[in-house]
């Protein structure tokens, strides 16, 4: 009996040692990178309790202004302090003498260190090249002059660049073939998303030291310097943004309350977005959380009466256009009397100057008649139905985009209401169905001022290694399909100047600015209500110098009252920055 249970506990014992060793073999072999169902590195959460580190720059590749300027991060030179200077005698004189910190500051700051750090953060105090140089000099372990990378505070263009974050089970789908950290920081949206292979980290560079139990140094007090030392990663995304122009235009914006919107400035001979805003901003303590996180610019709108743009053009093709005829503009497009808007009889110039809208519903009933895809062709030959952003062959991806957010623009939704005239009516005024994104109406204006000729929006114009050299070119490329002849887009560029110098024309308030505009106006229903007010989309698109156009620009107001929110003072105040900026005027 005693002999039975000896062998039964025995048998015990070694299924145990079993048991245990299975498991060791699992933590120590096996899943060393992937343990549990959390999918946990233990290589690496080993290192972390044997080592304390300060992360000088996290690998990841940085996007730049098309200057060469930093725009989501600035590198700034900063003193780093270990925390075992407090248990050992250093000269702290020397320092403080030659960065200006008082020696109780410094006393202090280190006190409360269990970690290395930049003195100041996180705003931390910026060191000159000769302060850098004077304390490496001293050779005090522990104590490093560096230049240290640090993310801005606020990041200009913010839902346009995007965001990063950490995400095991998304990076091991989008990267499966990929070695790399868990914790690896991947681009979630915007540019950070469409760029995110190329801004993978190669490692991080980082000030390494080890510690015992206690936080003791392990192995003296010697600090070790890691960096991947590869000359060519991480990568620059130079972006087609203007840093100083970015930033005035984003004060203008808010200082115009614009609460739901933002504007877009393309730069038209290279056709590339200068500035981008969108409002409401990223909730920075809750990206995620609310609407910050959606870039407005590149979302489909109610557009109103800037789809009058392409009735017109369709209009002049087909000889709509006759200066003699004379339309009612004292009546609604149903028919009925207009009450608010009654203009009388108007041409088709001075109807396009005054936005009538039964000019325009009438001319979208004929031209229905003529082809039911009328409106639908000539939306897409001026840019504004199709995606704009750029978009072909980058390496070994066949369709790279570099707008992964951007939507498209529509007409009509079903084919039956294509063959409906009263269908046909609201869309011609930019109602019913019709919607484009601020980029896409950007871009009309921008292919209208260059005679017709249609090309992709570029938010990039390369990528650069890390020494500067050229990794890839996003060169102008023509958007497809069929455009407008350039006679065509000559009688258009007349019309939108026709809203800005007639004296009754809705751009009439842009006459006296420095530069020439030509434009167009909207104000579109939204179907919603606040209040039992019906709120409405405001925009103003348009481009300048008449003459010689170089900006095309659209702002717009998005869910706000009739007798609210309008976009005319910001459009203004943009030209105005911008005839400034080109003349040397004010430096921003």
């Not at 302060?131 to 913010?158: C, D, H, S, W, Y």
């Not at 203008?252 to 309350?257: C, M, N």
């Not at 087909?318 to 609604?332: E, H, I, Q, V």
Request: aromatic share 8%; with cysteine; hydrophobic share 35%.
């Amino acid at each position: 009996m005693i002999r039975r249970r000896m062998k039964g506990l025995l048998v015990l014992c070694v299924a145990g040692l079993l048991i245990l060793t299975g498991r060791l073999i699992q933590i120590q072999l096996v899943q060393t990178e992937t343990f549990s169902k959390h999918n946990v590195n233990l290589l690496e959460e080993s290192v972390k309790q044997r080592t304390q580190e300060l992360v000088i720059d996290n690998g990841r590749g940085n996007f730049l202004d098309r200057n060469g300027d930093l725009l989501t991060h600035k590198k700034v030179s900063v003193l780093v302090l270990f925390p075992f200077l407090k248990n050992m005698d250093w000269d702290m004189e020397a320092v403080s003498t030659i960065s200006g910190i008082s020696e109780n500051s410094l006393k202090n700051a280190l006190e409360d260190a269990n970690k290395p750090f930049a003195y100041g953060e996180p705003q931390p105090m910026e060191l000159t090249p000769s302060q850098m140089e004077k304390i490496n000099k001293l050779e005090i372990p522990g104590v490093f002059a560096i230049e240290k990378k640090f993310e801005r505070t606020e990041i200009l263009a913010e839902q346009l660049i995007g965001l990063t974050g950490e995400n095991a089970e998304e990076l091991k789908k989008r990267y499966s073939n990929k070695d790399l950290s868990e914790k690896t920081l991947i681009g979630v949206s915007g540019l950070e998303e469409s760029f995110d292979e190329f801004l993978l980290p190669e490692g991080k560079s980082k000030l390494v030291y080890h510690v015992d139990g206690d936080g003791a140094p392990l192995f003296g007090i010697n600090v070790k310097y890691v960096d991947p030392a590869n000359p060519f990663y991480p990568v620059n995304v130079r972006t087609t943004i203007d840093k100083s122009l970015q930033q005035k235009s984003e004060e203008l914006v808010d200082q115009h309350a614009i609460n739901k919107g933002g504007l877009v400035l393309l730069d038209i001979q290279s056709n590339s977005v200068l500035a981008s805003v969108s409002r409401p901003a990223i909730n920075q303590s809750d990206p995620y959380s609310g609407s910050g996180i959606t870039n407005r610019m590149l979302k489909q709108e109610i557009m109103g009466s800037i789809f009058k743009t392409v009735v017109a053009a369709a209009a002049i093709d087909n000889n709509l256009d006759d200066p003699t005829r004379l339309f009612d503009c004292s009546k609604k497009i149903n028919g009925d009397p207009e009450l608010k808007y009654n203009y009388g009889m108007l041409s088709f110039t001075d109807s396009f100057a005054r936005s009538c809208n039964r000019t325009f519903g009438e001319l979208a009933k004929e031209l229905q008649k003529i082809d039911k895809n009328m409106l639908e062709d000539y939306a897409e030959k001026l840019s504004l139905t199709g995606k704009v952003g750029w978009q072909g062959e980058v390496y070994h991806t066949d369709n790279f985009k570099q707008l992964v957010d951007e939507d498209k623009g529509r007409v009509f939704l079903t084919e039956e209401a294509k063959k409906d005239q009263n269908y046909a009516a609201m869309s011609g005024i930019g109602q019913h169905e019709v919607r484009a994104t601020p980029l896409a109406v950007a871009n009309m204006m921008a292919t209208i001022a260059r005679g017709g000729k249609k090309e992709m929006v570029r938010t990039a114009s390369k990528i650069e290694y890390k020494n500067g050299t050229t990794m890839v070119t996003f060169d102008n490329k023509a958007l497809s399909g069929d455009t407008i002849s350039p006679y065509s887009a000559m009688k258009l560029q007349k019309l939108l100047r026709e809203v800005v110098v007639n004296p009754n024309g809705t751009g009439k308030w842009f006459q006296d600015l420095p530069y020439e505009v030509a434009g167009k106006s909207g104000t579109a229903e939204t179907g919603k209500y606040e209040n039992d007010k019906q709120l409405h989309n405001k925009w103003f698109a348009g481009y300048f110098p008449y003459q010689n156009p170089k900006y095309a620009l659209v702002a717009v107001n998005l869910d706000v009252q009739d007798t609210e929110g309008g976009v005319n003072l910001l459009f203004a105040d943009m030209v105005k920055m911008l005839y400034e900026y080109d003349k040397g005027l004010q430096k921003y």
